[in-house]
């Protein structure tokens, strides 16, 4: 269903653009412009954080990961308070020095203070690993995990994690103020990559987190890519008591004034220039409706 819905919304916006091109607002090349998945594609995401306390057994366990993430959207179509999810096409590789578990339980659940700034965050695609690859294809049973995590860092004893963090965007359904809960399939999610034979717990580790889109990373944008920010809430006019509610009018939706109806007669008159508006609505929408025979 997401998939569906992603192509459609990707047709519309290749067919706005045509048409801009023809009336010569815009060139060919706005047709194959980047995608805007961070820019401004969704206001949430899930950031799916697997990783490791080497580099060798993270190559295997994203890749094991990222097998699994088709799954997890599977299940997030089925629940009704998400109207769509759509996940990134790639991960992202980060690397981490931590000198306690306290640091160490902030990595895993997407913290990034304490990213190495001289490692470069890489993506799933473009390191092109044969073992990433080979696990992401659903290969990772049959693969050897080395186990080797512990560094020196300084005479002191450090720890360096490897993460890879997948994105999926998720569009929130208002259904009566139902707030939204996919503990279960989170949960689901996990099971199913830990439950992978060579899963070790003091090794590897899985988490989801929510991410509003003025959060996301800094590495997740290209150069000259404009990054979300936080709206700004509009503070209430205090020389009216407190806050204000906005009528329809200021709303931009022109509610015209009723007179007061006293008599049979003037009740008769508004139900039927109710109707007349009603057979005007709907004589206008069905011929909106009929496609035209000319292209």
């Given at each position: ?6 192509i ?11 048409d ?12 194959f ?6 820019t ?10 697997a ?11 994203s890749?094991l ?10 299940d ?6 998400i109207?769509?999810?759509?996940p990134f ?10 000198h306690?578990e306290?640091?160490?339980?902030k990595?895993l659940h ?11 965050t890489e ?10 690859d ?14 080797n ?5 300084n005479g ?7 993460t ?12 009566g ?14 099971r ?32 000259g ?42 009740w ?11 057979e ?16």
């Amino acid at each position: 269903m997401s998939t569906k819905k992603i192509i459609i919304k990707e047709l519309e916006r290749g067919g706005d653009v045509v048409d801009q091109i023809f009336a010569g607002k815009l060139q060919w090349k706005d047709l194959f412009t980047r995608h805007s998945f961070f820019t401004e594609g969704y206001r949430y995401y899930l950031s799916i954080v697997a990783a490791s306390r080497s580099k060798e057994a993270q190559l295997i366990w994203s890749g094991l990961v990222e097998s699994k993430v088709r799954l997890l959207v599977a299940d997030l179509e089925n629940v009704d308070t998400i109207d769509l999810a759509h996940p990134f096409n790639k991960g992202f590789d980060r690397v981490h020095l931590c000198h306690n578990e306290e640091e160490v339980e902030k990595v895993l659940h997407g913290d990034l203070e304490y990213q190495m700034k001289d490692i470069k965050t890489e993506t799933t695609d473009s390191t092109n690993d044969p073992k990433h690859d080979a696990a992401a294809q659903g290969g990772a049973d049959k693969m050897e995990v080395a186990k080797n995590s512990e560094v020196q860092q300084n005479g002191k004893e450090s720890v360096m994690i490897h993460t890879t963090t997948y994105y999926v965007g998720i569009e929130i359904a208002q259904i009566g103020g139902k707030r939204l809960d996919i503990s279960y399939q989170s949960h689901d999610f996990q099971r199913k990559c830990t439950s992978w034979q060579q899963y070790d717990s003091e090794m590897n580790s899985l988490n989801i987190v929510t991410t509003r889109s003025h959060d996301l990373p800094s590495d997740v944008f290209e150069p000259g890519e404009v990054r979300p920010t936080r709206a700004k809430k509009i503070k209430a006019n205090k020389s009216d008591g407190g806050s204000k509610k906005r009528n329809l009018g200021a709303a931009g939706l022109e509610v015209p004034s009723l007179p007061l109806l006293r008599t049979n007669k003037d009740w008769s008159l508004l139900s039927r220039s109710i109707r007349i508006m009603l057979e005007s609505y709907f004589r206008l929408k069905l011929e909106s409706d009929i496609p035209s025979e000319n292209y």
